[in-house]
């Protein structure tokens, strides 16, 4: 093969090529032409939509932006945003952001499906930093959790509703409850601290109660010989209802006094064995 005829081949593969990557960026055009969707505050993302439960109706919305990879000089496609309707009722219910390198940042949710958000959470590096919450349902947030590496450090409560901070709560490093602090006269300011071991008691939680709280120890029982029992041992019969048996009258009268005096006659005869040692 001649240096010409081997030229030309290489230049019908160079053409070819070309032609096929023109081909395909024109391809990718239209596709995310397709996709685009715009909006007051989304023009020129890519949207990319997906109907998991199939019923026709999108509940997954993904949203990119056009980067230009620095190496290649190319154009892809970064996640931006992601939005999801839970319930199906055609609202976005939880809301994601992420940073250039598609890092998550943010995520909002409405819990109770009325088109408002109840939870924000705050993400850098992938882990949970902080967390808002509308306790109220007044679109403002009186709980503010912080966190630690991915552990709760503190807690943040406005409890009155007044905009500002009035109870805290603090965390070790096992996430354990180790202080509070309470401010009493709404100046934003903690007036009263209490320990783990206080709130535990406050809530009645403790497994050893203070010495204050502790059932005083039970007297020890007396010598059998020095308890006194009570006169009348048997409930009589008029508190129990009962009568007493009637006495007998008449001839049964006199019957039973002659036994009576019987009995009293055998009680004076010395026995047998009495009378012989006598003699």
């Known amino acids: 093969m001649s240096i010409r005829t081997a030229w030309c081949l290489a230049l019908v593969v160079v053409l070819a090529l070309i032609s096929c990557a023109e081909e395909h960026k024109e391809a990718v055009k239209q596709d995310t032409a397709s996709m685009k969707r715009q909006t007051s505050d989304d023009s020129g993302m890519v949207v990319k939509q997906f109907d998991l439960n199939q019923d026709g109706q999108a509940d997954v919305f993904k949203y990119y932006k056009e980067v230009k990879n620095p190496e290649s000089g190319a154009l892809e496609l970064k996640l931006s945003r992601r939005e999801l309707d839970l319930n199906g009722d055609g609202k976005i219910d939880v809301v994601s952001t992420y940073n250039e390198n598609e890092e998550l940042v943010t995520e909002t949710f409405d819990l109770d499906f009325d088109g408002r958000v109840d939870l924000i959470d705050h993400y850098a590096k992938g882990q949970i930093i902080k967390k808002e919450i509308d306790f109220a349902f007044d679109e403002k947030p009186d709980i503010f959790k912080y966190y630690v590496k991915g552990k709760l450090a503190r807690i ?18 096992k996430a354990q409850l180790d202080r509070v ?15 783990a071991e206080d709130e535990k008691k406050k809530m009645g939680t403790s497994a050893t109660p203070a010495a204050s709280e502790a059932p005083a120890a039970e007297p020890e029982a007396a010598p059998a010989e020095t308890i006194k029992q009570p006169e009348e041992s048997m409930p009589s019969s008029e508190m129990t209802g009962s009568k007493e048996p009637a006495k007998p009258e008449g001839k049964d009268a006199g019957k039973e006094k002659e036994k009576d005096k019987g009995k009293a006659k055998d009680k004076d005869k010395p026995k047998a064995k009495e009378t012989k040692k006598t003699k």
């Open 181 to 195: 602090g309470i401010d009493v006269d709404s100046d934003g300011q903690v007036d009263t601290w209490r320990t």
């Open 156 to 173: 943040e409560k406005d409890r009155n509703n007044d905009g500002r901070i009035d109870y805290w709560e603090y965390y070790d490093d």
